[in-house]
Every structure is written in structure tokens, then in C-alpha cells.
């Protein structure tokens, strides 16, 4: 069985997609995001699933393309901020090569500007996100191999401190 190079997890606009096309360039192999591939497979968009069919409808799609995913891909996978959220997902990824790219709230506010095009952020983004980090940052830490936080760095820093903390040499 396959497995991904590295697989990247963290919060809405950390810059999983960001990093990921940059260290699958950087070791010479592909780049493939959880999301983009519910997006393809639906026709529409994460927010649309969200609002037509709601969380638990496209979560049960978000296990689904995890584990296809994890099953196929050899190179860098980026999941969804909430894939980690699945108990079975989160035991997939156990002996993975995981990076929890992370930010605390000011950072995400710069980059997200917490928009209501993030579903779980529609009302009171900023509290709201802080409630998500609060429910979700042990499970990104309990599925790390390495923890690279994002804060303040541009994306090829956090490329590089990912390829350090996963001991990868670029191709």
C-alpha cells in the first residue's frame, strides 16, 4: 500500500495548500488537497455542502476522500481543517508522516480576514475560531509527528521547517 511523503493538517487558512504545493515542488512529487477533491467529486462548493446538506453530511464525504487519499497518494496530502475530527481518520494517519501546521487567532485574522466563505465561521469568527482551536488542537497535536508553527514566517520558511521536522531532503 501507498502512503503520502507528508501529510499537512491544521486550521482554515494556515496555508496547508500554500505549503503543500511548495514542498511537493521543492521533493519532486505531486500535491493533492482533501478538500479539492470533495469539491471535484460534488460539483460545488465545501460552503454549499454545508449549507444545502450540512456538517455531517460532508464530513461522512470528508472520511471518505481521507481514506482514499491516504490509500492512493504518494506525495504531499492536505486534509481539511476538521478531517481530524474523525476517530477513524485520526487512526488512518497514525504512523504517517503528519505535520500540524499551526497560528494562534491574530495570524488567522490576517490571512482568512475570518470570512463568512468559511461555513463554521459565519457568525462571531473570531470567537468562533478560537472554539474550534480549543475542540481541535489536541487531536492536531495527538496525530503530529511535528508541530511547525506558521506565525509570523512567509510560506517557504514554514517549508523548510516542515522538510526539517520530518527530516525530508528536497529532490
Do not use: C
Request: proline letters at 3%; charged letters at 25%.
Amino acid at each position: 500500500m501507498s502512503a503520502p511523503l507528508i501529510v499537512l493538517v491544521g486550521p482554515m487558512g494556515v496555508g496547508k495548500s500554500t505549503v503543500g504545493q511548495l514542498l511537493a515542488e521543492r521533493l519532486g512529487t505531486g500535491y493533492r488537497d482533501t478538500d479539492e477533491d470533495i469539491v471535484t467529486a460534488q460539483g460545488r462548493a465545501i460552503a454549499e455542502i454545508f449549507v444545502d446538506e450540512g456538517e455531517a453530511a460532508f464530513r461522512t464525504l470528508e472520511k471518505e476522500a481521507v481514506r482514499t487519499a491516504l490509500a492512493e497518494h504518494e506525495g504531499v496530502l492536505a486534509l481539511g481543517g476538521g478531517a481530524i475530527l474523525d476517530a477513524d481518520t485520526r487512526a488512518l494517519l497514525a504512523g504517517q508522516r503528519v505535520v500540524y501546521l499551526s497560528m494562534d487567532v491574530e495570524e488567522a485574522v490576517k490571512r482568512t480576514g475570518l470570512n463568512a466563505a468559511r461555513p463554521l465561521l459565519a457568525v462571531n469568527p473570531r470567537k468562533q475560531w478560537r472554539e474550534l482551536m480549543e475542540a481541535r488542537r489536541h487531536l492536531y497535536e495527538d496525530v503530529a509527528t511535528a508541530v511547525v508553527a506558521t506565525d509570523g514566517r512567509t510560506p517557504e520558511e514554514v517549508t523548510q521547517a516542515a522538510l526539517d521536522a520530518v527530516e525530508l531532503k528536497e529532490a
